[in-house]
Structures are given as C-alpha cells and as structure tokens.
C-alpha cells in the first residue's frame, strides 16, 4: 500500500468548525445591527413626537399672549365689551367648554395674528388684592377685572395643545 497521509484525530475532527463559527458570529453581529437600527428609528419617532408637542405649546402658549394683548388694548379698565352676547371669541365665564382639544362650533378669535386661537371668558370684577409690595400700588376700594385666556395651539403635524391663564385688568 502506498503511504498515506493520516490527519491525527483531532484536526479531522476540526473539519468546518471554522465556518460554524464564522456564522455565528455574523448571526450575532446581525443582530446587534438590526437591534441598533430599531432602537435608532424609536428615538427618532420619540423625537419627532416631542417636538411636535412643542410646537402646539408654543402656538398656544402665543395665542394666549395675542389675547393678553387683546385684553390689554381693548378692555383695559371696565369692560366695555357684552360678553354674554358670545360667538365672537368674547364669552361670558361658564359659557363655553374649551377643554377639549376639538373647537368645532366654538368661535374664538386670532386678534389679527394668522394661526393664533384664543377664547376669552369674563369671570367678573373681584376686589383689587391688598398689601403689594409695589409703592403706592391700588387702593382697598379697588376692582380689578378677571378674564381667562384660553389659547389653542397647533403644530404642523396637527398635534393640538391647550394653554389657560388668568388675566387681570384694574379701573
């Protein structure tokens, strides 16, 4: 017989065992990558969420300062206004709800600024608060005037917000 060339035991039992894990290693880097690309799209859409969140705020959040504008301009002192009249935007307190973030058939008002929405509710006069700390500030006889400013913001990608605040005006 001519001589043949025996592999020892241990290199024949070797055989592939290098391609075997070569797979698993890429089967394993595949999935960290595959992983990584998830979480990476899931912090982009988070991202993106809350940045369109921001955007409602802050257009509610100016639609409530056109309104304080508005209210300072037009109804500084005593108001002159009919707020029980309503449908303009001007109502009077309790007359209309603006909790919902759907204004359909609640008339508001923009005060001449596109893309602003706000609805102001008269609560009433109230006595003007004693004891400021600004010099010579009011009198105990004094009214102020309480107003809330409801404002509505919407972001580009129609994420809507609702901003509230109280608004004061003294005679």
């Known amino acids: 017989m001519p001589n043949a060339i025996h592999m020892p035991a241990t290199l024949a039992q070797q055989r592939g065992a290098a391609l075997v894990i070569c797979m698993v290693m890429l089967l394993v880097l595949t999935l960290g990558a595959v992983t990584s690309m998830r979480l990476s799209n899931s912090q982009l859409l988070i991202s993106n969420s809350f940045q369109n969140e921001l955007e409602a705020f802050v257009a509610a959040e100016n639609s409530i300062r056109v309104g304080e504008r508005d209210l300072s301009v037009n109804f500084a002192g005593a108001p002159a206004f009919d707020f029980a009249l309503s449908g ?3 109502y009077a307190a309790d007359t209309v709800t603006t909790d919902s973030p759907d204004w359909d058939g609640v008339a508001y008002e923009n005060g001449g600024v596109s893309g602003a929405q706000y609805v102001v509710e008269y609560i009433g006069p109230a006595p003007a608060a004693a004891g400021s700390l600004a010099l010579g500030a009011g009198s105990a006889t004094a009214l102020q005037f309480v107003y809330r400013i409801t404002g509505r913001g919407t972001s580009s990608k129609e994420t ?11 005679e």
Request: aromatic residues 14%; without cysteine; neutral net charge.
């Open 88 to 90: 303009d935007g001007y």
């Open 160 to 170: 809507v917000r609702i901003a509230q605040t109280v608004f004061t005006s003294t």
